[in-house]
């Protein structure tokens, strides 16, 4: 995104009303100190750095979604 960078996109989301409380998770390869601070600073709701473990994004995805019944089979 050539006129914002994720952490602007980030502030700019929380602003809106309707995507106010929205989860945010941000994913980065810049694993260094205080980012993870940053990013939450910046309106993510959590941080995975990269390389992703995707049991870890597994986790922060059962986190922050709603829980949902599942559908019905007939």
Not at 24 to 42: F, N, P, S, V, Y
Not at 53 to 71: G, N, T, Y
Request: aromatic letters at 6%; one cysteine or more.
């Amino acid at each position: 995104m050539p006129e914002m960078d994720g952490y602007a996109t980030m502030q700019a989301i929380r602003t809106m009303d309707c995507c106010r409380f929205v989860p945010i998770i941000a994913l980065t390869a810049k694993a260094l100190a205080g980012e993870r601070e940053r990013c939450i600073d910046a309106g993510a709701s959590d941080y995975v750095p990269k390389p992703v473990d995707s049991i870890e994004l597994l986790a922060a995805l059962r986190m922050w979604l709603p829980k949902v019944a599942p559908a019905p089979t007939s």
